[in-house]
């Protein structure tokens, strides 16, 4: 494998760091791996990393609830926007100078940190999802080709669309797996899934469900706004800093 072993290691406490977050607030995972990976590796490899333990969790999530098939029969175009989006946006994450991803990343970070911070909460009237929905999916899709975060605008939309809790939490799963996929295909097709990084990818999902099982035993036990609320903090500030150490 042609990772370092300071870089396995750093990767595994990385991913035990984010399966707490996902196992405490129900997301975050793939926004707390690219956002700390990306501090010794490109953007390119930690996406790649992040792939495997990101794509099981973000299945366990989809169908861990009953409302899948309504959920897919509501937000299809959606997630074809998604695929779209991200193929359009190929080879963003690879480009030789990963300045203007690191970047991308940091302002994506900080543009989620905000909406969670504020509490911001939009309402997307039903007669508005038909063209709103592949519209947000294709804007999502282009911003994890360039920064592999999907969360922007995929989280703000699904909130602000009225569904109820379990429900929200299960289409999450759906969009975060879509996302993955596309992701997943896309970076193989630019090279940057190579062997030896699916390798270290696979070997990420075990520290990653150990973090997801610790956060959602915390999670039965404690406040989650508490912890929310500091997730976003710490956030915030981490991507001011990938923002600035990308432009300057």
């Given at each position: 494998m042609d990772i370092s072993f300071s870089i396995l290691v750093f990767t595994a406490l990385v991913f035990v760091l984010a399966g707490f977050v996902k196992g405490v607030?129900?997301?975050?995972?793939?926004?707390?791996?690219?956002?700390?990976?990306?501090?010794?590796?490109?953007?390119?490899?930690?996406?790649?990393?992040?792939?495997?333990?990101?794509?099981?969790?973000?299945?366990?999530?989809?169908?861990?609830?009953?409302?899948?098939?309504?959920?897919?029969?509501?937000?299809?175009?959606?997630?074809?926007?998604?695929?779209?989006?991200?193929?359009?946006?190929?080879?963003?994450?690879?480009?030789?100078e990963a300045d203007a991803a690191?970047?991308?990343?940091?302002?994506?970070?900080?543009?989620?940190?905000?909406?969670?911070?504020?509490?911001?909460?939009?309402?997307?009237?039903?007669?508005?999802?038909?063209?709103?929905?592949p519209l947000v999916g294709a804007i999502t899709g282009a911003i994890t080709a360039w920064t592999g975060v999907f969360v922007i605008p995929a989280v703000p939309y699904l909130q602000a669309i009225g569904l109820e809790k379990e429900d929200l939490v299960q289409a999450l799963g759906l969009s975060f797996t879509i996302s993955t996929l596309a992701l997943t295909g896309v970076l193989a097709w630019t090279g940057a899934f190579a062997m030896s990084v699916a390798a270290g990818s696979l070997l990420a999902i075990a520290p990653a469900l150990l973090g997801m099982a610790v956060g959602q035993w915390?999670?039965?036990?404690?406040?989650?706004?508490?912890?929310?609320?500091?997730?976003?903090?710490?956030?915030?500030?981490?991507?001011?800093?990938?923002?600035?150490?990308?432009?300057f």
């Open positions: 607030i129900g997301l975050g995972l793939p926004t707390v791996s690219m956002g700390l990976l990306v501090l010794a590796t490109t953007p390119a490899r930690a996406a790649a990393l992040l792939v495997v333990p990101s794509l099981v969790t973000n299945v366990w999530q989809m169908v861990a609830g009953p409302s899948l098939w309504p959920l897919l029969r509501r937000l299809w175009p959606m997630m074809i926007g998604i695929g779209v989006g991200t193929w359009l946006g190929a080879g963003l994450l690879s480009i030789s690191t970047t991308g990343l940091g302002v994506a970070l900080v543009l989620y940190a905000v909406t969670g911070l504020t509490a911001v909460r939009f309402h997307v009237p039903a007669r508005a999802e038909r063209w709103l929905s915390i999670r039965l036990r404690a406040q989650p706004q508490t912890f929310r609320r500091w997730f976003f903090i710490g956030l915030l500030l981490l991507g001011a800093h990938l923002a600035s150490r990308g432009m």
